[in-house]
């Protein structure tokens, strides 16, 4: 177990009530300790976009216990904002208060902040630690660090299937391979995402609404459709108020998209360039696009063929797979791609949990390198 500076895990611990709440922002916890860095005087995460940040949420507990910071740490998982945004620096905060000392994780890999806040802090003569926890702030926030750095969001794709890999029956029969448990488990992963990623031929066989309904939730995650040739129903299931809707298209229609967008979607035109994509949306043009839109983690719910070519295409992250204790034999498999001509080729995978959900077994495998950026 790591061992960190006193009350860095206490903010870690703020910054994971924060998931499923912020975005696009990133998950951030602050913690305030007095000057004999005995007593926590306040604590906080940062809240619902436009809201407060970590830091103003420690601040103000403290001045509501009636705490006197001046001389105080302040422990934070990620460096204080030093510009201003939807909301005003917390550095400028931190410096008003009279803190001390800051102690934090890791840099925000935001341009606009990157270090300056850390200089800021400084040149008001407040003492900077840099590093306490930074490996468990940055997967917190792996979302928000890929569209910072690689400009893209963090896609996990999510398959519930038999333990022979079969995630429908040949006739298209899906539900339920896995158990309630599990579907209850795939919703809190919907929850902590920014938006929910299918395709035309999932919605199309089964109508589905793809929000969150089994947990609790501050918000909806946006919904994303790959539909080619503009062919979702003008009266499907996934128009749920409160949550934006994208839709991205290859082939023009645009009588079809004046009617979905006076429905609630924004339709985006986004068609490939190479001669295999033509007709066909441009995956990796539409991810670059979605880190525009500020989608931080990108949750793929999606048939074996999206599933195929978004892998194809070395688009995915991470896994998530739940494997129910079944063999199904000849079924829909999770994603359609290859063939290979040698094991080499296979997508080479690191396991990074295994855990039993009632019956099933949850595998969360990460694709080998794409953490590193």
């Not at 902040?113 to 930074?134: D, H, K, T, W, Y």
């Not at 459709?225 to 299931?237: F, G, I, K, Y």
Request: glycine share 8%; hydrophobic share 45%; net charge positive.
């Amino acid at each position: 177990m790591k061992q960190f500076p006193p009350f860095i895990d206490q903010a870690l611990e703020q910054a994971r009530r924060a998931v499923g709440l912020t975005e696009p922002n990133p998950r951030v916890g602050c913690v305030i300790v007095s000057a004999d860095g005995q007593r926590v005087l306040g604590a906080g995460h940062t809240q619902a976009v436009g809201q407060a940040h970590a830091e103003i949420m420690a601040l103000r507990a403290a001045r509501e216990a009636g705490h006197d910071v001046r001389g105080a740490t302040a422990y934070v998982t990620l460096e204080p904002c030093s510009h201003h945004g939807r909301t005003s620096p917390c550095c400028d905060a931190l410096i008003a208060a009279g803190i001390k000392k800051v102690v934090a994780s890791i840099a925000d890999p935001n341009p606009l902040v990157s270090g300056q806040g850390f200089e800021r802090l400084r040149a008001a003569g407040i003492e900077v630690e840099v590093g306490p926890g930074a490996a468990e702030s940055r997967e917190l926030n792996l979302g928000f660090f890929s569209r910072m750095i690689r400009k893209t969001p963090w896609v996990r794709m999510k398959i519930a299937a038999s333990l022979d890999g079969k995630t429908a029956l040949d006739n298209g029969t899906s539900q339920w391979i896995t158990s309630d448990a599990a579907r209850t488990d795939g919703h809190a992963w919907r929850a902590r995402a920014s938006a929910v990623l299918t395709g035309i031929g999932t919605l199309l066989a089964d109508n589905p609404r793809l929000d969150v309904r089994r947990v609790d939730t501050p918000r909806q995650p946006h919904l994303v459709v790959v539909d080619s040739r503009l062919e979702t129903p003008l009266d499907a299931a996934l128009f749920v108020a409160g949550r934006r809707l994208y839709i991205y298209a290859a082939v023009r229609n645009d009588e079809k998209k004046a009617a979905l967008e006076t429905r609630g979607a924004t339709v985006i035109y986004l068609p490939g360039k190479a001669p295999k994509t033509q007709g066909k949306v441009d995956l990796a043009a539409m991810l670059r696009d979605l880190a525009r839109l500020e989608i931080n983690e990108l949750h793929v719910e999606a048939g074996h063929k999206l599933n195929g070519s978004l892998i194809r295409d070395g688009l995915v992250d991470e896994f998530l797979v739940y494997l129910a204790p079944k063999m199904v034999g000849s079924g829909l498999p999770m994603a359609s791609f290859g063939p290979f001509d040698e094991l080499s080729q296979a997508m080479q995978l690191a396991f990074i949990s295994s855990d039993f959900v009632a019956p099933d077994l949850r595998v969360i495998a990460r694709v080998q390198g794409r953490d590193q950026f």
